[in-house]
């Protein structure tokens, strides 16, 4: 009866490591949007700029803000990687939940060879130290070079960048697809 009791336990352990491990890969894959969506988005106001202003010979200032709107966006890519800087599981290193903190350790030692590489080069790390980090470090170790890093501060500020960026974005757009640059008395 006690064994069948510890067989469940570290069927549930397990468990919460592969959770973990998932949610750490879709991170990474939501990065990876975030930052290609930053470009594209960028990609796309010059895009937009060019149209307007080769295409259809629009030379009104308001058409010129279409490229300051593309650098934005371009520079939201910095906030993608603030946001993203820590991962999750590293964070998790750092709550009080003690089981959530066995389990993400245990992801990371799961995923040494994929996170503590991204890891390192986020906290500007040199290549030789990196690679034998990456070999060798223990939790305490992590945890203090994370611990800085590791408070929610850009997450906040990056869910607040998106909702405000986005609704400026929108708006920007919507002034541009309306936007008529003859007189009033003209229209």
Known sequence: ME????????????AAVDRIVA???REVVLRGLFTIACRAGALAFVALYFYFGIYLERTEV?????????????????VVILYFEIPQVV???????ASRADASWAAIERLRGELLPRLFDALWMRPEE??????SIDRPTLVRMTAERAQDRWRRRGKIYLGVYGTLAALYLALVAFYDP???GLR
């Not at 064994?3 to 397990?14: L, Y």
């Not at 308001?62 to 910095?78: D, E, I, P, Q, R």
């Not at 964070?91 to 939940?97: V, W």
């Not at 990196?130 to 070999?135: H, K, N, S, Y």
């Open 3 to 14: 064994r069948a009791t510890e067989h469940d336990a570290a069927r549930g352990e397990g």
């Open 23 to 25: 949610e750490y890969r």
């Open 62 to 78: 308001f058409y010129v803000t279409l490229n300051l709107a593309g650098v934005a966006t371009g520079l939201s890519s910095f």
């Open 91 to 97: 964070r998790d290193l750092h709550g009080a939940d």
């Open 130 to 135: 990196r690679d034998a980090l990456v070999r």
């Open 182 to 184: 003859r007189p009033p």
